[in-house]
Structure formats: structure tokens, C-alpha cells
């Protein structure tokens, strides 16, 4: 699973970094990133649509923010940020 999460980081950070994400989307992952390393389980959930999908590079399909807050939760156990 840390595997999976990795992968979509990583595909979202080349995406942006190469201008391929759509205007706005820079302020998004201006936030998200950010609230991720902090571990703000609330402030990441809220950035997404009222009922969302999540489609993570594992193939499982997240739907709902229940579900998708869960699978984040998990993550954030295991995610230790490296601190400069």
C-alpha cells in the first residue's frame, strides 16, 4: 500500500513539475503536499469534491470521502516526513 501512495505522489509531482496539470491544480498541491507532511487528516479530506473518487495506482477504487479518509488515515500511521 506505501507503494501505491508513493506512486500517485509521484505521478502528480511529475505531472505538475512538466506543466501538464490544468491551471489551479498548483494551488492544490500547494496545499496538499503541505497538509500530508503535517499528517492534517481533516485539511487534506476537505480539499476534495463532496463525494469523491480516489483511483490510486494499486487499481482499488476509493469512493466516498469515508472511505477515502480511511485508506488516508492508514497511510498516515506509516508515513514518517522527512524533516530538513
Known sequence: MRMAY???L???I???SVGA????YDALG????????AKNLDAI?????PEP???PTSGVRWAG?????KAFAGALKQFAPEHP
Open 6 to 8: 508513493a506512486a500517485v
Open 10 to 12: 509521484t505521478a502528480m
Open 14 to 16: 511529475v505531472a505538475w
Open 21 to 24: 496539470a490544468p491551471q489551479g
Open 30 to 37: 500547494g496545499s496538499w503536499a503541505p497538509d500530508w507532511n
Open 45 to 49: 479530506v476537505a480539499l476534495y469534491a
Open 53 to 55: 473518487v480516489f483511483l
Open 65 to 69: 470521502a469515508t472511505v477515502i479518509r
